[in-house]
């Protein structure tokens, strides 16, 4: 099993990233996926999360109206797009793939600062 991000790096506030997230090594359709993030001192906590057939989304209140979560399970990947960042969106995001309760798979994070 393998997840791997990209697209992370410094950005101005207000400004936008798209992180990627590129899975293999398990049958990606049949789990749903999740983005992670942990700010220095912090704990991780979930920003947005779709299921396995990418008709349902959640969002951590934090991110609603700015973040968008997609996947593409033709191609094995995951998104989240991000949008009107602020400096307390800096952290390190990861990505994450889930089935069941007990099933979970880890990225090993991408870094996103905000700062101007």
């Known amino acids: 099993v393998q997840l791997v991000e990209s697209g992370g790096g410094l950005v101005q506030p207000g400004g936008s990233l798209r992180l990627s997230c590129a899975a293999s090594?398990?049958?990606?359709?049949?789990?749903?996926m999740s983005w992670y993030r942990q700010a220095p001192g912090k704990e991780r906590e979930l920003v947005a999360g779709?299921?396995?057939?990418?008709?349902?989304?959640n969002y951590a209140d934090s991110v609603k109206g700015r973040f968008t979560i997609s996947r593409d399970n033709a191609k094995n990947t995951a998104a989240l797009q991000m949008n009107s960042l602020k400096p307390e969106d800096t952290a390190v995001y990861y990505c994450?793939?889930?089935?069941?309760?007990?099933?979970?798979?880890w990225g090993q994070g991408t870094q996103v600062t905000v700062s101007s």
């Open positions: 994450s793939a889930w089935r069941g309760i007990i099933e979970r798979y």
């Open positions: 090594g398990f049958a990606f359709s049949n789990y749903g």
């Open positions: 779709i299921s396995s057939d990418g008709g349902s989304t």
